[in-house]
């Protein structure tokens, strides 16, 4: 028999060996687990090691932002990481320092014990580098397997296993009329049409919802409310920008946006046309009108400012808005230094810009090359030439002569001219302008095969004569041309011996009519094409189609900036520029894509913008898919998955929901075939975004910021969607459809436009109560309201508006002439019946705003507002209406209004 103290003995041994195993054990397991580069290490190196080692800077020789860097000898000789080796590594002996001039972070903080812990570990491992999720491949993630009747698709599964973890219940499903606003603005930004409304609202059968959805996914009204999300990662503006921010001609880019959602264009496709339209083999003007995305980038018209340097901004503008817009990277710093916290080369920068920087465009005030408008009888009428020229001269000259007609390229700007002599470049940096015997050079002219000039020139006195001589102000002159008389602008088509070869082309301009002592400028012109005559001389017909030809020529109509490459005679070098200075080019390089993105360009892709969209929608790459899930889960939900939308790298936010968004990403790609409108159905008819939006004690207190969403979305209403509601309960809306933008009412002396006079006119008639995705923008004076409500200014990519709340918003609702005129439409509606009384007339109008009764307590209070109104009006005719306004007014401005609930 065993003696009792001797069990209790033994007990007390056991107890104390199982405590000695679970803390020595524990820290023997937490030591030999396997430290995450991505999780572990590198937030530590952003936060306190970078700053001094990193792209900027990498001091004494040592950079902790590539793994070659890291490991490679530092300015001692001799590496700061030996790889398994923490005791023999300078990093450790420099973090576990006590001497402060030799302790890093020098002058900082020391890392805490945790810290030194996981480099220690992470070295003695091998200190192995590692990948940022965002850049790694996009695979199909396993869905949790859950059996739950709240689930309705996939999403719901990721979100109820995170709740689960969180201790949280998911919230129950809002009312049917919360949901029928709720969708109606996330999808249409606006209300549905009454029938639809009804139809929803008095539906018993399950698949109601369902046919909502559908019903507003079918809408042309969806493309608005989208096109306008677009148009803020676009910089989309009515005008050029910079200080005399001049009015452009870019309208129709706008409305292919639209008309591209409505269409569900694919968004692969959506990418491709916008960045490479103009290289599609055979490009239609929509093709054409979809790279304006590239050239919503502002100009600089100011006179006296280099032409050059502002094309170089806004190739920049053009690298940086496609890395925010598509790939939701902070990729701008690049461009001065290897990025500081992702891994992204100096020099790779510039390689990226070489897609961009052999374009047309020259930042000339007239922003050719334009797509011209022209009418369909014109269209027409350039299909029966470019036919006639296909069929008589082949496909090569057809697609020279309808390149021509539709844009005037490949001209040369007037203003890249030099060897100046009675001449200057005027007109803030827009024309080439002549005195008597005036003369300038253009360089490096390509006239292989060329016969013909073709330019567009302005003459203010009789007679004169241009001379077109070759390499030199006395060489042979090989084309000659009389100047028509009169103060005009006109075209001119001079004809020539067919040339041979690149030559420097000296322009001379005489004319014996101005006195020799004349400062004048007598002749100017903006652009010049040395091309070839209509082809087909000769042949029947040939008359006939080349005075077709020329009055297309010589049709004044407006155009739209687009992108067109330069011909191969006329291709730029592309050159690193040191620390960003523009004028500072170090060595050049071509074309080509990071390497930290995990994937070469497609075989078969060109070295230009055609390539380069081939690999943006590459279904391997790990960016595009994912950037744009979460730009529609953030419009849907209020938040992104990852909640820093312009930024997935590693000083982003982390994602909530990683496998979520993978497994979005994914599908989006294949499964949907990058269908939109299919991943927006998804989205609003998922559990999660059916909940009630209600906040709890328990949510306040465990996920305030609903990260993950254990009730529906609740935040304010875009400034877009506040007017369009406004517009809808008012009933006042107009449905017109595209065209250029329009002015609703602003107050006096917003716009100073002290170049060009330009004033704000207020639009009449319908075009006042359009949409606010058609309101005229000026960067520079944008529509107060909408700018009062976290607006986009456009002058840059904005990837993500953040929502502010100031008594600036309530005053602008409560007394902005346009939404005070909306409140007198709305207290109109709501006293349509005049044989109800007051408070029938208000119930009814709350109902109008958000398709359920009010609250037996709420009635009163209007009501008793009403009553107050109506004695304060007391002599007036219309002192009903006018308290019903007040009412209106009110009403327009509660909460639930403003707010998605």
Aim: glycine residues 6%; hydrophobic residues 35%.
């Amino acid at each position: 028999m065993i003696p009792g103290n001797f069990l209790h003995n033994r007990r007390i041994w056991l107890v104390i060996a199982l405590l000695v195993f679970a803390t020595g054990g524990f820290v023997f397991l937490t030591r030999d687990k396997p430290v995450d580069f991505s999780a572990d290490v590198k937030p530590i190196l952003n936060k306190k090691c970078i700053t001094c080692h990193g792209g900027v800077k990498a001091k004494a020789g040592f950079s902790v932002l590539f793994r070659e860097e890291a490991m490679a000898p530092t300015e001692s000789g001799k590496p700061a990481i030996l790889p398994g080796d923490p005791d023999h590594s300078e990093l450790i002996r420099r973090i576990t320092n006590k001497d402060p001039e030799e302790r890093m972070p020098y002058q900082h903080e020391p890392l805490s014990k945790d810290e030194i812990d996981i480099f220690r570990r992470w070295i003695k491992q091998g200190a192995k580098w590692g990948d940022h999720w965002a850049y790694l491949p996009v695979k199909q993630e396993p869905v949790p397997e859950l059996q739950d009747a709240w689930c309705k698709n996939d999403i719901d599964k990721y979100i109820l296993r995170k709740l689960k973890e969180q201790e949280l219940q998911p919230s129950a499903r809002a009312d049917k009329a919360t949901l029928l606003r709720r969708v109606s603005l996330d999808l249409i930004g606006m209300y549905p049409k009454d029938e639809i409304a009804r139809k929803f609202m008095n539906s018993n059968d399950s698949n109601a919802y369902e046919v909502l959805v559908d019903s507003l996914l079918a809408s042309p009204h969806y493309g608005e409310r989208w096109a306008a999300m677009w148009l803020d990662l676009a910089r989309y503006a009515d005008t050029k920008g910079y200080e005399a921010d001049g009015g452009r001609t870019i309208w129709p880019y706008r409305d292919w946006v639209i008309k591209a959602y409505n269409e569900d264009k694919p968004y692969d496709q959506f990418i491709k046309e916008q960045i490479a339209g103009d290289l599609f083999p055979y490009p239609t003007d929509d093709n054409y009108i979809a790279t304006a995305f590239s050239r919503n980038s502002m100009t600089n018209d100011e006179g006296g400012t280099n032409n050059e340097e502002f094309r170089t901004s806004a190739v920049v503008d053009r690298v940086n808005t496609t890395w925010e817009s598509m790939m939701g990277t902070t990729f701008a710093c690049v461009q001065c230094h290897s990025h500081p916290y992702d891994p992204f080369h100096h020099d790779e920068y510039y390689k990226f810009l070489a897609y961009f920087n052999n374009t047309r465009d020259e930042d000339v005030p007239g922003e050719y090359p334009l797509l011209r408008q022209l009418t369909d009888s014109m269209k027409n009428e350039v299909v029966r030439v470019i036919n006639w020229v296909k069929k008589n001269a082949g496909d090569e000259e057809a697609k020279r002569v309808d390149l021509f007609l539709r844009t005037y390229q490949p001209a040369i700007n007037s203003t890249t001219a030099d060897s100046i002599e009675k001449a200057t470049i005027y007109g803030n940096n827009s024309d080439l302008g002549l005195m008597k015997n005036g003369s300038a050079r253009l360089r490096n002219v390509n006239l292989q095969n060329s016969n013909q000039l073709v330019w567009h020139y302005h003459s203010s006195k009789k007679g004169g004569v241009v001379k077109f001589r070759l390499d030199g102000r006395q060489g042979p002159v090989f084309a000659t041309t009389n100047i028509l008389p009169g103060d005009h602008s006109t075209f001119g088509a001079v004809s020539y011996p067919l040339q041979s070869g690149t030559h420097d082309i000296y322009i001379e301009y005489q004319n014996p009519s101005i006195p020799d002592k004349s400062q004048d400028f007598a002749l100017d012109f903006d652009w010049i094409s040395f091309n070839r005559e209509f082809p087909g001389k000769g042949l029947p017909g040939y008359e006939e189609q080349q005075n077709r030809y020329w009055s297309l020529v010589t049709a004044n109509v407006a155009g739209i900036p687009v992108m067109i490459e330069n011909p191969a005679s006329m291709r730029r070098t592309t050159h690193v520029f040191t620390r960003g200075n523009w004028r500072s080019k170090g060595k050049e390089v071509e074309p080509a894509v990071p390497a930290a993105l995990g994937f070469a360009m497609p075989k078969d892709a060109p070295k230009n913008r055609l390539g380069l969209a081939m690999w943006l929608t590459d279904e391997r790459h790990p960016l595009v898919s994912r950037t744009m899930v979460n730009r529609l889960w953030e419009q849907v939900f209020g938040t992104g998955i990852v909640e820093t939308l312009e930024d997935m790298g590693t000083q982003g936010i982390p994602p909530t929901h990683r496998e979520l968004l993978d497994h979005l990403a994914y599908t989006f790609v294949h499964d949907k075939k990058w269908s939109v409108k299919k991943m927006l159905k998804e989205m609003v008819m998922s559990a999660t975004y059916q909940q009630d939006s209600k906040l709890t004690e328990e949510l306040k207190r465990k996920d305030f910021f609903n990260k993950f969403y254990a009730r529906g979305p609740r935040v304010r209403l875009s400034s877009e969607q506040l007017r369009d509601q406004a517009l809808c309960i008012s009933g006042a809306l107009s449905n017109k459809m595209y065209g250029e933008g329009v002015m609703p009412w602003q107050p006096e002396g917003i716009w100073l436009s002290p170049y060009n006079g330009a004033k704000w006119v207020s639009s009449k008639g319908e075009d006042q109560y359009r949409r606010a995705v058609y309101t005229y923008w000026k960067r520079t004076a944008a529509y107060p309201s909408l700018i009062s409500f976290d607006g986009a200014l456009r002058v840059v990519c904005t990837a993500r508006r953040i929502r502010t709340n100031t008594p600036l918003q309530a005053l602008v609702t409560l007394n902005d002439s346009a939404f005070v005129d909306l409140a007198g439409h709305f207290a109109r509606r709501m006293m349509q019946d005049s044989t109800q009384g007051p408070a029938i007339q208000i119930a009814k109008g709350y109902e109008l705003m958000l398709y359920k009764p009010m609250p037996k307590a709420r009635l009163p209070i209007f009501l008793d507002l009403y009553n107050k109104a109506l004695e304060e009006y007391k002599g007036r005719k219309d002192r009903t209406s006018a308290a019903m306004f007040v009412v209106a007014n009110a009403l327009l401005n509660l909460d639930e209004v403003v707010t998605k609930n």
